[in-house]
């Protein structure tokens, strides 16, 4: 990306609207995968990368030429990445408790799995 240092402010401003927009396709497309193969914390996490995409088409458009210049569009892709975070955030306390349930299981049969291992030897 040094290149960016060499090229017209334009150029320069449509290479990264399409770097974004190309981030944010691949990142929803990993939350898709990561759904079907069962995470539950993936819902939150296409929720937050669709808010930020949504923020981030009408950015990267607008940059482009696409769009006329307004405030949504203007400030579309900070009010997306705050949605992006806040969404996030959840994700990882969703997290934070499926991790917690686990371990409180995995102690509850802890017993009974060392009975049987005292059996066996």
């Known amino acids: 990306m040094v290149v960016v240092f ?3 402010y334009k ?10 927009l190309i981030y944010i396709a691949l990142s929803l497309l990993s939350g898709i ?3 079907v193969n069962g995470y539950r914390a993936a819902r ?4 937050a990368f669709t808010l930020l995409f949504i923020g981030g088409v ?5 940059a482009i030429g696409f769009f006329p ?3 949504f569009t203007s400030h579309g892709m900070e009010v997306g990445s705050m949605l992006q975070w806040i969404f996030l955030s ?9 991790s917690i349930a ?8 802890r017993p009974a799995y060392e009975t049987k291992l005292r059996e066996c030897c």
Not at 44 to 47: E, G, Q, R
Not at 58 to 62: I, K, Q, R, V
């Open 33 to 35: 995968i990561f759904l």
């Open 11 to 20: 150029v320069s401003a449509q290479l990264a609207a399409h770097t974004a």
């Open 90 to 98: 959840l994700a990882l306390i969703d997290y934070y408790k499926i």
């Open 69 to 71: 210049k307004s405030e």
């Open 44 to 47: 939150l996490h296409i929720l």
């Open 102 to 109: 686990e371990k409180d299981k995995a102690a509850a049969c």
């Open 6 to 8: 060499f090229m017209p």
């Open 58 to 62: 009408a950015a990267s458009l607008t």
